[in-house]
């Protein structure tokens, strides 16, 4: 894997409400980033812009055999950690306020390649003490001449 990558993080959100019409949430994100492995664990770090401020959030994923964490540092603060049949708390701020998240992860998937890390998540979102959603995250990790997703 080259140190230049681009990142695409998808997923569908499942909201809790029992109505028939509520219909999953998909969310997608594709970014430039940088690469690097050390100890064991790959690290991928890029920016991400949220509509309406002007500073970024730095945010870094560090993957491992069985885990995921996601650290944001800027408009919004957190340090998210997915390990498999493990709850995890976090405080997620933001410019518009705090909440306290968990995190209960009930599968990973990492695969790896020279040229592509891929990775899945599923887990259970609670916020503030509540469960929210049902959540899965897709993550696929690329060097930029390697490229094989389309940008929509």
Known sequence: MTKDVLLKISGMQFTADNEESSEPEPVEIIAPGEYYFKNGKHYIVYDEF???FDSATRNVLKLQDDSLEITK????????V???DKKNMTCY???FGSMMMGIDARSIS??????EICAQIEY???????HMADCTIHLSVQSKEQR???IN
Not at 73 to 80: E, I, K, L, P, Y
Not at 110 to 115: N, T
Not at 124 to 130: G, S
């Open 73 to 80: 540092r800027g408009t919004s603060n957190v340090h998210m």
């Open 148 to 150: 094989n997703f389309s």
């Open 124 to 130: 259970a979102l609670d916020v503030n003490y509540e």
């Open 110 to 115: 990492i695969e790896e390649s020279e040229q």
């Open 82 to 84: 997915f390990e498999k």
């Open 93 to 95: 701020t933001t410019p």
């Open 50 to 52: 949220m509509e309406g």
